[in-house]
């Protein structure tokens, strides 16, 4: 959507209803007779004008930094894609060099190719959020280490020099990347500042207008200032609101008018800033998929060695339990798989009667790889006499999912995982607790980890996870909460309600 034809939405949802007005038009009033009439005396003609050419530089000023704000905004989407990308080309790297992986190569140059194919494409987008020069830095960066790459490609070399200077030119091209997006980023924020600060300056002039106009027009611009005053107010604080109701059909009716407008431009700019983050973070969830099924594929290999080098010694129900074994890891990579991509892409709530513990050794047999890199042991306390949860089962394995996993990274090799469930009294109420004894968090840490994109992870998080989960928890009537001491450990609680139990009848 662009700015004016967001900005002719406002209007219309705004203007009452048969006026045709919008912001910036000049109002007029007639009398009986249908001739124009004054409604302010003449010795306030030269206020009026004042108020007019107020709103005419306060409008020009927002056109401006709405127009600044698309561009830095849309620049923002196309470089949030590329550190994604470049996210990438990294973890490639480590697999070339550290695994000695053929087609992490050739996935690193198909990303470099696409990568510079955006460039060229979105340059009329990006030049004028940057500037020439810096597009021109990030376009040499890329080709340098394109350059690199292609050396590397060609002479299929894993020496260290390679892989030192391969490395060196990808820190530099993501620091710059990232470098710039910071850059950008203030410069939105700066943007968004100043609007604020023009908004409170205008507000400023209108009142000490209003304060010498009172004794002539208290009645009829008192009740419109209230409104602006406190849309000001709710626009400083994010709340970005509109003015319901008839808009006087004066110069305050022309003021609110235009503050719904720029209100409505701002929360469309916020939606596509987050909308544009969130797009950045699935590219880094998708880059951990090569991460996840890297053990099965080691699995499988060693299993076809194997089997290949003793195949005339095995008789044939060896060879079917080989056989069986590499279905298994098979079964394995799909289900990683799935659950990634449903974790990316999550399926609209589908609820019916479900056994809270079968869905906790279901994750347990998702995550158990990462258990038994991590040298992870888990305490199972689950009580067998719980009542079934109306659940969506699939969405609360994502919750049990991110916890647990989160539990693994911020634990050290030998650490123990509790998890317990139980029910209340009544039966009404499934708890489960997920106790972690990795290194904690600090209270101001534990009161953000719940708010979208928070991460203590740096580039390696989304701050997403425990968001979503949340959000699954809540969809379900339930509640989660946690705890945490540093060096101590983290504790999760989720509440959910048991399903309602039928009494029996005779019939």
């Given at each position: 959507m662009d700015c004016s034809s967001s900005r002719a939405w406002a209007c219309s949802s705004t203007a009452p209803s048969g006026t045709g007005r919008c912001a910036g038009s000049t109002p007029k009033r007639r009398g009986a007779s249908g001739t124009k009439t004054m409604t302010i005396k003449r010795t306030l003609i030269l206020h009026g004008v004042i108020i007019i050419g107020l709103l005419a530089l306060m409008g020009m000023f927002a056109v401006h930094d709405v127009g600044t704000l698309t561009t830095s905004s849309r620049y923002m989407e196309i470089q949030e894609g590329l550190n994604a990308s470049f996210l990438q080309m990294r973890l490639y790297e480590k697999n070339y060099f550290l695994f000695k992986d053929d087609q992490a190569m050739r996935d690193i140059l198909s990303i470099i190719k696409a990568a510079g194919k955006t460039l060229d494409s979105f340059s009329d987008a990006m030049i004028p959020a940057i500037g020439e020069a810096k597009y021109q830095a990030l376009r040499n960066s890329l080709s340098q280490y394109e350059h690199e790459a292609q050396l590397i490609a060609e002479s299929g070399t894993r020496d260290v020099v390679a892989e030192t200077t391969l490395r060196e030119f990808g820190r530099r091209l993501l620091e710059l990347s990232t470098r710039l997006t910071?850059?950008?980023?203030?410069?939105?924020?700066?943007?968004?500042?100043?609007?604020?600060?023009?908004?409170?300056?205008?507000?400023?002039?209108?009142?000490?207008?209003?304060?010498?106009?009172?004794?002539?027009?208290?009645?009829?611009?008192?009740?419109?200032?209230?409104?602006?005053?406190?849309?000001?107010?709710?626009?400083?604080?994010?709340?970005?609101?509109?003015?319901?109701?008839?808009?006087p059909d004066d110069e305050m009716g022309t003021v609110i008018t235009a503050m719904n407008s720029m209100s409505q431009e701002l929360r469309l700019r916020e939606d596509e800033l987050v909308q544009s983050k969130k797009l950045g973070s699935l590219g880094v969830l998708t880059a951990g998929v090569a991460h996840e099924i890297t053990n099965p594929l080691n699995n499988i290999s060693m299993i076809a060695q194997t089997y290949q080098e003793m195949y005339d010694m095995l008789p044939r129900e060896k060879r079917i339990e080989f056989m069986d074994q590499v279905l298994g890891e098979c079964e394995r990579i799909r289900a990683i798989v799935v659950n990634l991509l449903d974790f990316a892409k999550p399926k609209v709530a589908s609820f019916s009667p479900g056994d809270i513990n079968e869905v906790i050794n279901r994750t347990l047999g998702l995550v158990q790889n990462m258990l038994d890199v991590s040298d992870i042991e888990v305490h199972l306390d689950l009580d067998s006499g719980i009542p079934t949860v109306n659940m969506d089962k699939h969405q609360i394995n994502q919750v049990f999912v991110n916890i647990i996993t989160n539990a693994i990274q911020a634990m050290k090799p030998g650490q123990d995982l509790t998890i317990r469930t139980t029910t209340t009294e009544k039966r009404d109420e499934v708890h489960i607790v997920i106790e972690d004894t990795g290194k904690g968090m600090s209270p101001e840490t534990l009161s953000h980890i719940f708010d979208p994109f928070f991460s203590t992870k740096g580039v390696d998080g989304t701050g997403l996870g425990l968001s979503v989960s949340y959000g699954i928890v809540k969809n379900h009537s339930g509640t989660i909460t946690a705890s945490s001491e540093v060096d101590k450990g983290t504790t999760f609680e989720i509440h959910l309600p048991a399903t309602p139990q039928m009494e029996d009848t005779d019939e």
């Open positions: 910071r850059e950008e980023r203030a410069k939105i924020d700066k943007i968004i500042t100043k609007a604020k600060r023009g908004m409170l300056a205008s507000f400023l002039i209108f009142l000490v207008l209003a304060v010498f106009l009172t004794p002539l027009i208290y009645r009829r611009i008192f009740s419109s200032m209230k409104k602006v005053t406190m849309l000001a107010r709710d626009i400083s604080k994010g709340r970005f609101r509109i003015i319901d109701g008839k808009v």
